[in-house]
């Protein structure tokens, strides 16, 4: 079946950067583009970039510009975010999930990333 | 470009139904039928309801339907359960924001 598997909680200090992996499987991973989608604690979902398996091309929300990198492995089947520059606001659940037009269709089961001073 | 705008809250007794509104701009969801629905429970990712506006994907009961009207979108559910009491967030294409979010309503069955 399909499904995406993200990697383990991380804890960062201000200042450093992390990269979060998204392994899908069950697929042809070129087919579905891969959205990351993040959520504060008590707060809601927001979108922060996608990025189309088959080309490599990228889209970013306008606040994450320069800050957000999304790569991808086509041998391993896996996505990469990497944000830089944490401050203590990008303290999140970090979800990524698969789409063939703009409906997260799969999602993963979410990484905690905890942005310490 | 702003979230699209839902009410917190929501609330239903067993067996009734529920309407969650979800109201954006002649840029999102009035301009585009690609409005989808998410349910996420307490510490659980999201789950895809509804998607181009009215659609279900596999296994999603015929209980949950969307529709939309200019530019406002709705999700209905119906003959309400207890383990529909979840966080439902709507969204749509936005143009140059591939998905824009609404702030997301709290359903509560009583």
């Known amino acids: 079946q399909v499904q995406v598997v993200q990697s383990g909680a991380e804890v960062k200090k201000s200042g450093a950067s992390v990269r979060v992996s998204c392994r899908a499987s069950?697929?042809?991973?070129?087919?579905?583009?891969i959205h990351w989608v993040r959520q504060a604690p008590g707060h809601g979902l927001e979108w922060m970039a996608m990025?189309?398996?088959?080309?490599?091309?990228?889209t970013y929300a306008q606040k994450f510009q320069g800050r957000v990198t999304l790569t991808r492995d086509t041998s391993t089947s896996t996505v990469y975010m990497e944000i830089s520059s944490l401050r203590s606001e990008d303290t999140a659940v970090y979800y990524c999930?698969?789409?063939?037009?703009?409906?997260?269709?799969?999602w993963g089961q979410g990484t905690m990333v905890t942005v310490s001073s | 470009q702003s979230a699209l705008t839902q009410p917190p809250s929501a609330s239903g007794s067993p067996g009734q139904s529920v309407t969650i509104s979800c109201t954006g701009t002649?840029?999102?969801?009035?301009?585009?039928?690609?409005v989808s629905w998410y349910q996420q429970h307490p510490g659980k990712a999201p789950k895809l309801m509804i998607y181009?506006?009215?659609k279900r994907p596999s296994g999603v009961p015929d209980r949950f339907s969307g529709f939309k009207s200019g530019n406002t979108a709705s999700l209905i559910v119906s003959g309400l359960q207890t383990e529909d009491e979840a966080d439902y967030y709507c969204?749509?294409?936005?143009?140059?924001?591939?998905?824009?979010f609404g702030g997301g309503t709290k359903l509560t069955v009583l």
């Open positions: 999930a698969t789409s063939m037009v703009v409906a997260l269709g799969v």
């Open positions: 069950g697929y042809t991973f070129t087919n579905y583009y």
């Open positions: 990025i189309n398996p088959s080309g490599g091309s990228t």
């Open positions: 002649s840029s999102d969801v009035g301009g585009y039928d690609y």
């Open positions: 181009e506006v009215t």
């Open positions: 969204s749509s294409y936005a143009g140059t924001i591939p998905v824009l």
